[in-house]
């Protein structure tokens, strides 16, 4: 559906995207992740034709989409600043939206805006950035996209509005094979809605992956030892990520396959072992740390 291949945006000296190969399922919610300034607004203004790679390629349906009136009907794209006309109404924005998207739906643009009290008629300079959020969700998913691509889009959103939206956006994921790809640092928030992730760094992808896969891989081990064996031990043919001990309880991140990391763990013959469940955050904040990203501590004076 979505297809990058080595793609690459620089800005004077800031190599904003670098050799970017990425690949989004037709129907799939993708997250894309990635630490401050690791390039996800500048891939997804990519992505929705905004920006055109300095070399690399980057299709939707094998189709190009810088500068391409006919793949743009249907990919919309909503910014972490959405951008309306000046002293424009929703309604304003509605006819110019309806003049440009050959698939634009008028009955779904007076029921969203009805079941979300817009005022069709207000200036959209006048009102709070949440509503300004709601008015570009509903113009946008009157255009019946197939490609929906979203910047910190429920940012500002209460949270019933904020479970509205995705409850809508999901049920054109089901009904219409929607394609989505979505930037956000709630990270709590994407791992309940999205079906793959992908990492970025520094404007290269660490990885992307099933979600659910990803969560099989990764593991987080609670060891309790009489006598503690020394680090390096206990790191012996395990792929880890993090390392702490307190006492003589040893925590772990480990990357690999369950039964593997238990079989080598109880090597040791540890007295306590517990596997238990690691958040995507924590998946994020460890393999950001495998790659020279980590949390350190700061101490201010």
Not at 19 to 36: A, E, Q, R
Not at 58 to 84: A, G, M, N, R, W
Not at 90 to 100: E, H, I, N, R
Request: glycine share 6%; hydrophobic share 40%.
């Amino acid at each position: 559906m979505i297809k990058a291949e080595a793609v690459n945006k620089k800005f004077e000296d800031l190599q904003a995207v670098r050799d970017l190969t990425l690949h989004v399922k037709k129907g799939s919610i993708y997250g894309l992740l990635g630490s401050n300034g690791a390039g996800k607004s500048t891939f997804l203004k990519i992505i929705a034709g905004v920006y055109k790679p300095d070399n690399g390629k980057l299709t939707i349906e094998d189709q190009p989409i810088y500068e391409q009136p006919d793949t743009k009907q249907t990919v919309l794209f909503i910014s972490d600043q959405p951008y309306f006309f000046n002293l424009a109404t929703l309604q304003d924005m509605a006819d110019f939206y309806a003049g440009v998207y050959e698939r634009w739906n008028m009955k779904r643009y007076e029921q969203l805006t009805k079941h979300f009290r817009m005022d069709p008629k207000k200036r959209l300079n006048r009102m709070s950035k949440g509503m300004q959020r709601q008015a570009a969700f509903i113009l946008t998913l009157a255009t019946m996209p197939n490609v929906l691509v979203l910047d910190e889009p429920f940012d500002g959103l209460d949270p019933v509005i904020r479970q509205q939206m995705k409850n809508l956006i999901m049920q054109d994921v089901a009904d219409r094979e929607l394609t989505l790809i979505v930037s956000s640092h709630n990270l709590r928030e994407m791992e309940d809605f999205c079906d793959y992730v992908g990492v970025l760094h520094e404007g290269s992808l660490l990885f992307e992956r099933d979600l659910d896969e990803l969560r099989t891989d990764i593991h987080k081990l609670q060891l309790a030892f009489k006598e503690v064996p020394n680090e390096d031990s206990l790191k012996q043919d395990l792929d880890v990520l993090h390392y702490e001990l307190k006492g003589s309880v040893v925590f772990l991140i480990v990357k690999g396959q369950n039964d593997e990391i238990l079989a080598k763990v109880n090597r040791l013959n540890p007295a306590v072992v517990d596997m238990l469940p690691l958040t995507l955050e924590e998946i994020f904040i460890y393999e950001l740390g495998g790659a020279g990203y980590e949390i350190e501590n700061l101490i201010v004076e």
